[in-house]
């Protein structure tokens, strides 16, 4: 009896040892989620006791391990002796439990390894039919900009902002072809451009995303009117619209007009005017530049390298230029099908 009564005091202090030791450790995880959905940015935050602005601890996740921060280095945030440092991750689709490898931590006074962590992976069921695939904890757009992309759509961007957010992917039902283009993260923000096509009589965008703060669906309205399209964008003009074609042929039309009435008024002001003219419609239907694009090459919806591509160039391809954007090329391909080839894919010599 007196035996097990030592046996048990004693692994009560090796326990007590251990929970001192563990309290008294420089570095702890101070927080962790309960569970994450799939595909949500999230982040892990570790509480460094003693912080030395002289001496930083260095951190470095198991290699070995998919799971991986979406940013090597940390958001760091200072609390008088104490200091935060916050890593984001992304849940993958395909789990149902995810685990924070192990971390080595380490600088001149300490080292230490904090063990992998368990995090429960759900499935959002919260979804409507204009969900966009975004979980975030918050979402704005900033800035909306509306081209016409031919006679029957417009092109749509908009400015996204938001926190700790899968911005990249973002996709609202219904839209005929869409893309992310410059995103940008700065720890916990997220920025991007969010382009994507609809019918040019449309005059609102309704979405929704999960605000992972509030626990709930959040529906965003975005109107669509005067919203008026940068200069660069406006390049994305396809085809002349049919009022362009109307001042050609009323510049036609006044040229022809101005040589009767000079032969017939021998005045030396209509030949002037004539030639200005005439200089004016030799500049507007001048052949455009051509380009040789290569077998196989795709023809791409939008500008932008997330587009859809609406078919493959099937033999060596010489043609016209109707628009360049950036490192693309709109041209006009068999049966009036038009889109965007890449320089890329241009014949080199």
Known sequence: ??????????????????????????????????????NQVFPVTILVKH?????????????????????????????????????????????????????NIWNLDHSFTLMEAKIPVKELQKKDKNFCKV??????????????????????????????????????PKVIDDGIENLKRDGALTTANYYFIIPSNQESVVF????TIKNRLLNKKISLKNQSGSLDNSQLKPKDLDFDKIKKYALISFTVIVLI????SKDFIYLFTFTISTGFLIYVFLPKKSICVQEGASLYILPTNNSNISLKIDEELHTKV??????????????SISGWIKDEDTCKN
Do not use: C
């Open 135 to 172: 979980l975030a904890s918050n979402l704005r757009v900033n800035r909306v900009k509306v081209d016409a992309y031919d006679i029957n759509h417009n092109l749509v961007t908009f400015t996204l902002e938001a926190t700790e957010a899968n911005l990249e992917d973002m996709h609202i």
């Open 261 to 264: 009435a000079f032969i017939l």
């Open 1 to 38: 009896m007196i035996k097990r009564l030592s046996l048990l005091l004693k692994l009560f202090i090796f326990f007590a040892a251990q929970t001192s030791l563990w309290a008294d450790a420089p570095y702890s995880y101070s927080y962790i989620p309960k569970f994450v959905y799939k």
């Open 51 to 103: 912080y030395n602005l002289n001496d930083p601890p260095h951190f470095e996740f198991d290699r070995m391990s998919l799971l991986q921060p979406i940013e090597s280095k940390p958001v760091k945030t200072l609390n008088k002796e104490e200091a935060f440092f916050t890593f984001y991750f992304k849940a993958p689709e395909g789990s149902k439990e995810i685990y924070i490898p192990s971390l």
């Open 322 to 335: 109707l628009h360049k954007y950036k490192n693309f090329y709109k041209i006009e391909y068999k049966n």
């Open 208 to 211: 929704s995303y999960y605000n």
